[in-house]
């Protein structure tokens, strides 16, 4: 697609319940990005996917956080047994390569309120 | 360790004058940094970036950036504010060797008329 995807925009869930969140990158970028935006802080790295390389889960706080990404593209986070600190903004980014010199392109992030 | 320090949580300014938001950071080996900026309800968009070549390095909206190696800071600029400039700011940084940004905790600029 030309940008990056997020859905839903926003999720209201109830505490202990189970979320998916989705991006869908841009098409023929290799590497996606989670990111947490806390309100009045800045962005937490969560977790990091690039091609067929394990994952970068050093960022995931708990082990009720997971993400996978299926062929290469579309990613899900999953946050189980929701707490009210799982609130906050989730951002997913994508990017065309892994070289430091390579931005991100964000999407418009999913706001979770868990209460 | 990697890290980014944005030292204002506010910056205020009127419409008309300069801007400067401040940035710091702490890396291994050469930084590469960006600006991103977010409007509200919307993802970070990419202002700027320093790979390496002048210091002072030109971006959208009007926006600059310096990049000062011996005081590791990468602050951002603009001559003349506006109104629609008002947003939160980030500053990020990564090291050749490192596969994610780490970003500073936002400064939010607030531009009166």
Redesign the interface.
């Given at each position: 697609g030309a940008g990056?995807s997020q859905s839903p925009s926003n999720k209201v869930t109830e505490k202990g319940k189970d979320v998916e969140l989705r991006c869908d990158p841009i098409s023929g970028h290799t590497?996606l990005?989670w990111?947490r935006q806390s309100l009045?802080?800045?962005?937490e790295?969560l977790i990091?996917f690039?091609g067929n390389s394990a994952p970068?889960k050093s960022g995931l706080p708990s082990d009720r956080f997971s993400a996978e990404r299926t062929g290469g593209s579309v990613s899900t986070l999953t946050i189980q047994r929701t707490q009210q600190e799982d609130s906050a903004v989730y951002?997913c980014?994508s990017s065309l390569g892994?070289g430091?010199?390579d931005?991100?392109?964000?999407?418009?992030?999913t706001r979770l309120t868990v209460v | 360790a990697q890290s980014?320090a944005?030292p204002e949580d506010q910056v205020n300014v009127a419409e008309g004058n300069p801007l400067t938001v401040k940035c710091t950071y702490s890396v291994s080996g050469n930084p590469?940094l960006?600006w991103?900026v977010q409007y509200p309800?919307?993802?970070?968009?990419?202002l700027l970036?320093y790979?390496t070549g002048d210091n002072l390095v030109k971006g959208s909206y009007g926006f600059e950036a310096e990049f000062n190696k011996s005081q590791t800071s990468f602050h951002l600029k603009k001559p003349s504010a506006l109104v629609s400039d008002s947003a939160l700011y980030?500053c990020a940084v990564?090291?050749?060797n490192?596969?994610?940004?780490?970003?500073?905790?936002?400064t939010k600029l607030n531009v009166k008329p």
């Open positions: 990056v590497a990005y990111y009045g802080q800045g962005l790295f990091y690039q970068d951002l980014a892994t430091p010199w931005g991100y392109t964000f999407g418009s992030g | 980014v944005q590469y960006f991103y309800n919307r993802g970070l968009q990419f970036k790979i980030f990564r090291g050749y490192f596969n994610k940004f780490y970003f500073g905790s936002g």
